[in-house]
């Protein structure tokens, strides 16, 4: 479930078209492994933009969340 909850997560990055989170969360969908630079990816993002209001602050927060089934 967790895992499903993830991948949902990280298809939204990668079409979000935001290179930033976009190429790492393609990469990693496309089953290269790429887990500490999507981290590092997400965690610039949050820095970035994570409190814009816009529909990716809460998706941040959950990926942070479930990075564990990375």
Not at 39 to 66: K, M, P, T, W
């Amino acid at each position: 479930m967790e895992e499903h909850e993830l991948r949902s997560i990280l298809k939204r990055f990668a079409d979000s078209g935001w290179e930033l989170i976009s190429l790492p969360a393609n990469a990693y969908l496309c089953g290269e492994s790429c887990k500490d630079e999507l981290i590092s990816a997400v965690e610039q993002a949050n820095e970035e933009c994570g409190s814009c209001g816009c529909e990716y602050d809460a998706l941040y927060r959950r990926f942070f969340a479930l990075k564990h089934v990375l």
